[in-house]
């Protein structure tokens, strides 16, 4: 087989591996390949308050010292988002030896998605509460509305789920001082498609921790500290040719692949006695990313997916007002600064750059054991520049251009009470 043929393929199973790691970076419009779409209740204020406890079994998500606030028996809390991305792309220039000419150089990669978030929690006696989340805390999925689109030799598909289930203890140790830990159980699931017509699947279970605090050293005073801790994952899977005549049908990949550390610090504040404020600061270690070693099928090439990406942070303040006993209004804005600052650091499959989120948010008290929370939020990115190569460099394919990104997410969850488990299954 001629050198320039063989450059060419091993060129194809590298962008393969490339857009199999990139499915980790699909349209979750938080800040890296996060879903912070965990909870109807904060979704309206846009986040702010998240790990201070007080009103919503939710935040555990952010703080497992938060359950310490629920009544005697079992609440739980579910959650559906919907997310609405529009991701448009525009190709400024794309080559390699391989890829598409007088292709279509606009492409939207945004696809819509449904985000599910369930919690659960026990009172087992005056101090302790048992909890358990269920979560997809990283993920979504990108796909060109034109899969024949100037940049599909690099990205055509790409889709990463992940589900994370927490179990989790809170205990009071004084009045005002509750401290909460839980393992983190965490399956992530990725797949993706190219041009070449190589598909890529791979998957790893992960363990992890959380940790957290609340204090109230006020009467309308809560504070809360949560930090969940990254998950190693050791990805291994196949690269498949789904096409005739390559170098290689088909063989092993592997790739080292962590979620970062998180820290949420969060305040929640009584005004009066119907007005509430709220705020949360959150910092996360994308820079632990920094090089991702992909060793390609059959020792074919050594290659590596370069991140090199900043710690993201993000900031929000919101307010609560209860309009009546059983109607109560919530909105919030917050600023996230993007893990990405640098288009050599932009991957296609995410236009991530720093945003603002808005939100909108109500919950009504159905009945004494049934709240229904919804809300509206909308994410705004700041318009970016991407110019990015393949995994083997520049003859492997390159891609430069810019993104407009912006989405809608409506989210609507269900509170329950019950003093037993059949109680809860009756809907009372």
Do not use: V
């Given at each position: 087989m001629a050198a320039k043929q063989i450059t060419r393929?091993?060129?194809?199973?590298?962008?393969?591996?490339?857009?199999?790691?990139?499915?980790?970076?699909?349209?979750?419009f938080a800040g890296g390949?996060?879903?912070?779409?965990?909870?109807?209740?904060?979704?309206?204020?846009?986040?702010?308050?998240?790990?201070?406890?007080?009103?919503?079994?939710?935040?555990?998500f952010w703080n497992p010292a938060a359950s310490s606030f629920v009544g005697q028996g079992i609440t739980t809390d579910s959650n559906y988002t919907l997310v609405l991305p529009d991701a448009d792309l525009h190709v400024d220039a794309a080559t390699a030896q391989f890829a598409p000419v007088n292709r279509d150089n606009d492409v939207d990669i945004g696809r819509d998605a449904i985000i599910p978030a369930s919690y659960a929690a026990w009172r087992y006696n005056d101090r302790t509460v048992l909890a358990v989340s269920l979560t997809a805390p990283f993920g979504l999925t990108t796909k060109a509305d034109n899969l024949d689109w100037s940049g599909a030799h690099l990205a055509k598909t790409s889709k990463m789920a992940t589900f994370n289930l927490s179990p989790s203890v809170s205990y009071q140790l004084t009045p005002q001082i509750s401290v909460g830990v839980g393992l983190q159980l965490q399956y992530m699931d990725l797949k993706a498609l190219n041009t070449s017509a190589y598909e890529a699947d791979a998957q790893d279970f992960g363990v992890g921790a959380q940790a957290g605090i609340n204090i109230t050293p006020f009467r309308g005073t809560s504070i809360g500290l949560g930090y969940r801790s990254r998950i190693e994952h050791d990805l291994e899977g196949d690269i498949e040719n789904i096409a005739a005549g390559p170098l290689f049908t088909s063989g092993e990949i592997k790739a080292d692949l962590d979620t970062p550390d998180k820290v949420t610090l969060s305040l929640r504040q009584e005004l009066t006695s119907t007005m509430r404020l709220l705020g949360t600061v959150e910092w996360t270690d994308w820079s632990t990313l920094g090089v991702v070693p992909v060793p390609l099928p059959n020792g074919a090439l050594a290659s590596n997916l370069v991140f090199n990406w900043e710690d993201g942070w993000f900031y929000s303040i919101g307010g609560e007002y209860d309009v009546s006993p059983k109607l109560t209004l919530r909105a919030g804005i917050a600023y996230e600064e993007s893990p990405i600052q640098d288009a050599t650091s932009r991957l296609i499959q995410l236009p991530d750059s720093n945003r603002v989120w808005f939100g909108l948010g109500a919950s009504y008290a159905w009945s004494e054991k049934t709240t229904i929370n919804v809300s509206y939020l909308h994410v705004e990115l700041e318009?970016?520049?991407?110019?990015?190569?393949?995994l083997v460099g520049p003859f492997g394919g390159t891609i430069t251009g810019d993104a407009d990104v912006s989405a809608d997410a409506i989210s609507v969850g269900l509170t329950m009470k019950a003093d037993s488990l059949s109680d809860l299954l009756s809907f009372k």
């Open positions: 393929h091993i060129s194809i199973a590298a962008a393969s591996a490339a857009t199999l790691l990139a499915a980790a970076h699909s349209a979750a390949f996060e879903i912070r779409e965990q909870s109807a209740f904060f979704s309206g204020t846009a986040y702010a308050g998240t790990a201070a406890g007080g009103s919503s079994l939710s935040s555990i318009e970016s520049k991407f110019n990015r190569e393949s």
